[in-house]
């Protein structure tokens, strides 16, 4: 009976459980970017200066105030100005209330394109969709890296599940870009980002998981292009290829409903879309359930046929 026994938790030593083997791989890919100080503070500073710079020196809002209609340099607004709207009396405005009106409907023309009355916050909340890009592209090099290191042949020498290993690199980056995201928030609120009413812990949550499912889908498109690779130009190469057009073929930075119409076609796939317009309607914007449900469920879809793909990539070309 004892033998029996003792059989068994040799067997059990030697076949590590999933999971075990998960938070085992993915804990030596978080120890590797926290012991790296300089890594990380390049992580923090790279959002606050996009935030710093182009966001608060992009004004756009500023293009429909009062102060801009000028040609060179501020045109006086006369004490009285008389308006006629047709079919109706003559109405007197003074040179207050007229840059008033212009102000408002600056306002107003703001928040019809941007959903917001700054360009600030819809900028802030879109550094997080590219923060998520940026921080999901090094999974594909670090599997090069760790095949080029030997580190990746003595991992599949072992009983780890090799699903495990591929999705090690994907919890990692979605940790990473779920801290990040937080950091940017925090920086985003410090310089002005105004939250919607409806903001509560709760929409951070879905703001957590919306990153979790690009993450994924996002990391294991990387992977599928560099798991084969022993050169680190290869991924290299596909990151510059690919990061302009999912950054700007998105709303990360401008509406898509004003974009051509054949952009507006690209961004309607493109899943940078989906997950800045989804933590947008969590953050800043009022709650659209509708908007919100499509949002997660193409996410959720991405996320789901690429995991599959990984899975089946693992099972394929990670061999001893």
């Not at 008389?82 to 209330?97: K, N």
């Not at 317009?277 to 879809?301: E, H, K, N, Q, S």
Request: aromatic share 10%; glycine share 6%; charged share 10%.
């Amino acid at each position: 009976m004892n033998v029996s026994v003792n059989s068994q938790n040799v067997v059990n030593e030697c076949k590590p459980s999933f999971l075990r083997g998960l938070w085992a791989l993915t804990r030596r890919e978080l120890k590797k970017w926290l012991n790296d100080p300089v890594m990380l503070a390049m992580f923090v500073l790279q959002p606050l200066i996009w935030m710093g710079l182009l966001g608060k020196s992009m004004n756009i809002s500023a293009l429909f105030s009062a102060n801009n209609i000028n040609m060179h340099g501020p045109i006086p607004i006369p004490g009285n100005v008389i308006l006629y709207p047709p079919g109706l009396s003559s109405v007197i405005l003074d040179g207050t209330a007229l840059s008033q009106m212009l102000n408002n409907l600056g306002l107003k023309i703001m928040e019809n394109t941007f959903g917001v009355t700054d360009y600030f916050s819809f900028m802030a909340v879109g550094m997080i969709s590219m923060i998520v890009m940026t921080t999901t592209m090094f999974v594909g090099m670090s599997i090069v890296w760790d095949r080029r290191l030997g580190f990746l042949d003595k991992v599949i020498s072992t009983p780890v599940s090799r699903v495990a290993i591929i999705f090690s690199k994907i919890l990692n980056a979605a940790l990473r870009a779920i801290f990040q995201a937080t950091v940017i928030l925090v920086l985003a609120y410090l310089l002005g980002l105004k939250l919607s009413p409806t903001f509560t812990l709760l929409n951070l949550l879905g703001v957590y998981a919306a990153i979790l499912l690009l993450s994924i889908g996002l990391s294991s498109v990387f992977i599928a292009f560099s798991i084969r690779s022993t050169r680190m130009e290869r991924p290299m190469q596909f990151i510059s290829l690919i990061t302009m057009p999912l950054m700007f073929a998105s709303n990360t930075f401008f509406p898509t409903n004003l974009m051509p119409d054949w952009l507006q076609v690209i961004a309607s796939v493109n899943p940078l879309t989906y997950l800045t317009d989804a933590i947008r309607r969590l953050t800043i914007m009022p709650m659209d359930i509708p908007t919100l449900v499509l949002d997660f469920t193409y996410l959720g879809a991405f996320a789901v046929v690429l995991a599959i793909v990984g899975i089946f990539l693992s099972w394929k070309y990670l061999t001893k």
